[in-house]
């Protein structure tokens, strides 16, 4: 996770809004064998994991996506 989480922390964390900050605060609260397969699975057509941080499981998820794509 920290494979994806970081990249994600050093370029996206300063633009997220006070409510994105909040879910990602709880999202790092998280197990990463949680985490990954939250985030790994929206590159395909599935979303799972909690309602509540599916806005931020997201947008990590399409950061990591762009910066995949890129290599």
């Given amino acids: 996770?920290?494979?994806i989480l970081g990249p994600?922390?050093?370029s996206e964390l300063e633009g997220l809004s006070p409510e994105e900050l909040d879910l990602y605060e709880a999202l790092l609260g998280e197990n990463d064998q949680d985490l990954y397969p939250w985030i790994t699975a929206r590159l395909g057509d599935?979303?799972?994991?909690p309602q509540a941080l599916?806005?931020?499981?997201?947008r990590v998820a399409g950061f990591a996506h762009q910066r995949l794509a890129r290599k």
């Avoid at 599935?46 to 994991?49: E, I, L, Y």
């Fill in 8 to 10: 994600f922390s050093d």
């Fill in 46 to 49: 599935a979303r799972p994991g």
């Fill in 1 to 3: 996770m920290d494979l």
């Fill in 54 to 58: 599916l806005p931020i499981l997201d």
